[in-house]
């Protein structure tokens, strides 16, 4: 009976352990423990030969055991279906899967679209940091402190040093090219700018605009006109009718603001439009001479014009959005109808 016991012990061991790289393992542990010619078959043989006083404790102890190896089958024949299939299962002449291929940001496609098209007239492109200093984002651009201009750009100060905000114009990145004393200049720059505003569908705290800025000798407002004219033309078709309304930028003089006639109604007039049949798209003017004088540039020998619009504005008109919310809100049924990324 010691003997049958230690065999048992013996067996409970070598099943707890059982490990086989067969095809199916559940198939090979019942060859090996439960079949005819099975361990557990062959300790039950073995009752034969127990004292007849032992052998309904030893009975007991068998059927334990015989369950316990059957347990232990069940659970094999589950757990084989999650193991990784045979090699000769693996069809290597199937098609791989395919990744889905995202799509470029509207505004994104829009802001390479107007990129091109400068490029296509000589302008470069330029760039600037976010975070900005009072002289860059304002005085360099003739706001000087106190100047009640200040106030149309409502600005994010950075709490750990007032001296800095975060931008709230491109027009920044003009002061920080003119400083760099290479002339001519003919540059456009894509970029973030921050305002504190309320968030609603006309208006974000964060948006994109593209400034320009070309100064030379002898630059003048039809130089301006014709670069701009040419820029809608390429932008919304060569249907597109344009007006210049005086206006007022501290930076230039004279100012003004540049309409298109409405995409949507053909100007005829209809809500987008407030039924004027034209659409505000961007600020321009000739440089100021205070401001190329700030940045060490002799006003009396050069002239320029500079201008700047809302990247979203114009995203917003080339495909009929009436929210800008949903630009940053990364819904991708909305982002996935645009050109793909490749
Ligand atoms: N900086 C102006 C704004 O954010 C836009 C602008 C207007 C830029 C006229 C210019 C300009 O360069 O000449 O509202």
């Known amino acids: 009976m010691e003997n049958l016991l230690s065999q048992i012990n013996n067996l409970k061991e ?6 086989s790289d067969d095809k199916n393992p559940a198939e090979a542990f019942r060859i090996k423990f439960l079949g005819s010619h099975g361990s557990v078959k062959s300790l039950m043989g073995e009752m034969k030969n127990v004292a ?3 052998k309904r404790e030893m009975g007991k102890v068998l059927n334990e055991f015989k369950l316990f190896a059957e347990n232990k089958w069940e659970e094999l024949k589950t757990t084989t279906d999650d193991r990784a299939p045979a090699t000769d299962s693996i069809d290597l002449s199937l098609p791989g899967d395919a990744l889905p291929i995202g799509s470029r940001h509207p505004i994104s496609i829009v802001r390479n679209k107007i990129v091109s098209i400068f490029q296509r007239l000589g302008f470069a492109v330029a760039e600037g940091p976010e975070i900005e200093d009072d002289w860059h984002n304002f005085s360099a651009l003739n706001l000087p402190e106190n100047h009640p201009a200040r106030d149309m750009q409502d600005t994010f100060y950075v709490s750990q040093n007032p ?5 709230t114009h491109t027009s920044s990145v003009q002061v920080r090219e003119m400083e760099k004393g290479k002339l001519p200049i003919r540059i456009i720059c894509p970029g973030r700018v921050y305002r504190n505003e309320t968030i609603s569908a006309r208006a974000h705290c964060f948006f994109n605009q ?22 809608v033309q390429e932008m919304f078709g060569k249907e597109i009718k344009v007006r210049f309304r005086p206006s007022y930028f501290p930076f230039t003089e ?9 995409l949507i109604c053909g100007g005829v007039g209809c809500n987008v439009c407030k039924h004027t049949g034209w659409v505000e798209i961007l600020g321009c003017g000739m440089v100021h001479p205070n401001v190329l004088e700030n940045c060490g540039i002799d ?6 014009f500079a201008f700047g619009m809302g990247i979203e504005r114009i995203t917003m008109l080339k495909y009929q959005i009436k929210d800008l919310r949903i630009f940053s809100e990364n819904d991708v049924r909305f982002l996935k109808q645009f050109e793909s990324a490749v």
């Open 210 to 231: 593209v400034e320009g800025l070309y100064i030379a000798d002898n630059v003048s407002f039809a130089d301006l006109k014709q670069t701009l004219y040419f820029f």
């Open 299 to 304: 006003s009396k020998k050069y002239s320029g």
């Open 14 to 19: 070598e099943i707890n352990n059982f490990y």
């Open 163 to 167: 001296a800095w905000m975060l931008r």
């Open 254 to 262: 004279p100012s003004a603001e540049m309409d298109i006639s409405c």
């Open 52 to 54: 007849p006083e032992n």
